[in-house]
């Protein structure tokens, strides 16, 4: 099989692959946002018009909520099944980027060149990959290696409320020998890896009201319960000193790491003075006695991911508010039940509220961590394949983001999920000026090259 | 001299007067708001034309700020100087109001009726009190009873930064006998004060900084500071189990209430559930043991009047924000210095803060308390005049709000402060559909006839 040659061809095509990818980043794929929904549509139609210029038989399928992408390759050996998403994050505070974010660029950097912009690494430049890898090898030798299912998502960046549904009536379509899913980082900058630990999340919005309208602060300061500082209460209730989460029974189910995966985890040299040191932070913020790999693997957390309530514009106004509000965030390892969690995370809210203050909720998702069983010959192989492409040895990693569908394949459909992504730390995933290196992308797409002749 | 003919000529004048308080208020005069300039301008220019429609000299006299409005009518007898602003707060949040805050309404309702619209309360419904009740004097007499100076302001809601400069350059021409000041309210709503306690104010606005740029909760969660957590902190961290604020030395200057005034505060019967039953609270929130009338009047407040950061839009978004903000006040009692206090809160959140973080700070305002010594004849004829346009004993009470102006016309202008108002505890100063009762309107005009007629 000349691999060779189906790499050359994927060399040659970089600067068509990159203004192929460019055409699907310009479609502001905000799945979040109500007002970008007809976006979403469109960028579920590209990715079918994609498919099928390859001769893929591809369908937008409908779900309540953002459509589905669903594609079919035939052929012999193994069943694989490969997914991505196509929606994007919000880009807000877009006073922070220097470009468009939906106006994607090629831009050359200290350490090299990088495509900018909202979706370069989350996800569709990671989507993108594969699609290019499974492009130029159909060219070199008019079919794909096997039989692949694509399966691209546009509601992962807004909690996933139709991918369950979707994946049990469709559950004999999408089943396969292996599931391919490309939406996590390497490790380290030079490092490619496969991620076989990842941890879940149960988010819930909290609004703490205290007086029915907003009060002046001249007559009511004083005598009046501020909810602000109600909700600052709360909030800092939530970890003692040495950093651990003070909701009952949050650690239950929480496993100690292994020896084995502790020592394999040290072998990995992980520089966290770098790793903070990239966005100007220096010391490791989680729990006493923690090493900084653990903090972001393999233990739980909770994260204030958005706060506001009174004036909140220029000037001053001595506003005593009647609400204040919180987004509020729990990643998840091991055992631990999201939903036991919000249910106790509730609970001490409301047993820390003052007489007249109310709390309500509105849920955001629920997923449990994922812990995925690495000793798979076939996870060898691709390994090796990594290896063989970036030329350093590729590692088995944890991650600390949430990609609940790694579980959902395991549950539902039964099929293994091997996770490899090109992403980088400096990403700026979620963050203004967005970015995934060239080199991500082009050595990303060789990779999945490798791997395909490897596991077929 | 004929007081009777006075009053009868104000209460047939009150639908015209009514129209003019609404012409003024249709100009949206929001001082914070630098879009709002020109209406600011516009509102001092409705004053100056008001009052030389009256033939009282008036121009309007420029600042760095917003202009200032003075004028005189010469006339026997002792020099009054009357203080109002033109001003208003901003509106939002705007979706609250059941009208256009500047489009003002006279609405039927069940306790009476009332004006409704942004500043029919704070300040020019009060401010429109006195120059109708000078109209209707000058009407029927042909001239006023006394010298009278006006000075009307456009900064009190945004800290009247050119306020001491003016009053400093100009303090020969303002100097008077007394300063009648009408932006404070009546106790409970049967009954007019006389206010002679004020409390200060210190402002600051808060930043803290945790990573240089916002962060994905996946990748960093656990081992970078979110500094939505280090504010939180730092907030709860602001009053200890009992209410009281913890900041060093805070409680510095703040006097004990002499038995004296105890006994009298004591004397109003001041029902504080019913107080705070008008916005659905009930328990009284400051220190413990403190009566809730002191809690309003007599002890200094630490509020948060607005807290923001990471993302508040729809749906949810898993950053880990580079920042969070809050806009933080303290009401002062006595000698607290709001210099000192302002140090001395931003030396302990410094002390507050992890590794890693830092704060910065924006100033937003200073003023010291005013206590006003009652022992004065000329009070007592107000109270007087007071008690017989209201039909029940008027009283001397405390203020909760800050009227910094007070405090500088005994400091610059060596004048004497006598803080009359109308205004009721569910007006909603500073909130969504702000009112001003009609009887507070009409009787506040016939009061200040009366108080008039007293002191000359």
């Given amino acids: 099989m000349s691999l060779d040659a189906v790499l050359s061809r994927l060399d040659a095509e970089m600067p068509k692959a990159t203004e192929r990818l460019f055409e699907l980043l310009r479609i502001a794929s905000i799945s979040t946002d109500p007002a970008y929904k007809s976006d979403c549509e469109r960028a579920a139609d590209w990715l079918v018009a994609d498919l099928q210029s390859m001769g893929i038989t591809a369908e937008k399928r409908k779900t309540p909520g953002h459509p589905m992408v669903v594609g079919h390759a035939d052929g012999p050996g193994p069943h694989l099944l490969f997914y991505g998403h196509y ?63 694509f399966f691209f998502e546009g509601e992962e960046e807004s909690g996933s409320p139709s991918l369950v549904p979707f994946m049990e009536e469709n559950s004999d379509e999408l089943r ?41 602060s001249g007559y009511y300061g004083g005598i009046a319960m501020n909810p602000i500082r109600v909700l600052s209460r709360v909030i800092a209730a939530l970890h003692d000193e040495t950093g651990r989460v003070t909701i009952p029974d949050f650690y239950d189910g929480v496993p100690d790491l292994s020896a084995d995966m502790q020592a394999q985890w040290a072998s990995l ?79 001490m809210v409301q047993s820390l509220l003052p007489p007249d203050c109310t709390a309500s909720f509105v849920e955001h998702g629920a997923s449990e961590a994922c812990v ?34 790694a579980g959902h394949f395991q549950d539902i459909l039964n099929t293994k999920p091997l996770l490899i992504g090109f992403g980088k730390d400096d990403d700026g995933l979620h963050s203004p000026n967005e970015k995934y290196d060239l080199e991500s992308f082009h050595k990303g797409a060789r990779s999945w090259v490798r791997i395909l002749a490897a596991l077929t």
Avoid at 316 to 330: D, R
């Fill in 269 to 347: 040299g992980f520089d966290h003075k770098q790793f903070l040191g990239d966005v100007d932070l220096s010391v490791p913020a989680g729990e006493a006695g923690v090493t900084p790999l653990e903090m972001t693997w393999s233990r739980p957390t909770c994260e204030v991911n958005g706060i506001w309530g009174g004036y909140i514009g220029e000037g001053f106004k001595t506003v005593l508010p009647s609400q204040a509000h919180a987004k509020i965030s729990f990643r998840l390892v091991g055992d631990q039940d999201p939903h036991a969690i919000r249910e106790n995370f509730r609970a």
């Fill in 87 to 149: 929606d994007v994050q919000p880009v807000d505070p877009i006073e922070l980027w220097n470009n468009d974010p939906f106006d994607p660029k090629l831009e050359q950097t200290e350490k090299g060149p990088v495509l900018r912009g909202r979706g370069t690494a989350d996800d569709k430049g990671q989507l993108m990959t594969f699609l290019e890898a499974c492009r130029a090898w159909k060219a070199e030798h008019g079919a794909l290696p096997c039989k692949i299912t």
């Fill in 176 to 216: 396969a020998d292996l599931a391919l899913i490309c939406d996590t980082a390497m490790f380290e900058s030079k490092t490619p890896a496969i991620v076989t630990m990842l941890r879940g999340m149960m988010s819930d919005e909290i609004t703490i009201t205290g007086p029915d309208k907003d009060l002046h």
């Fill in 372 to 405: 995925i069983d690495a000793g798979d010959p076939r996870f060898d192989k691709a390994l090796a394949a990594l290896s063989a492409e970036w030329g350093v040895p590729a590692a088995y990693i944890g991650g600390g983001g949430s990609i609940p569908i």
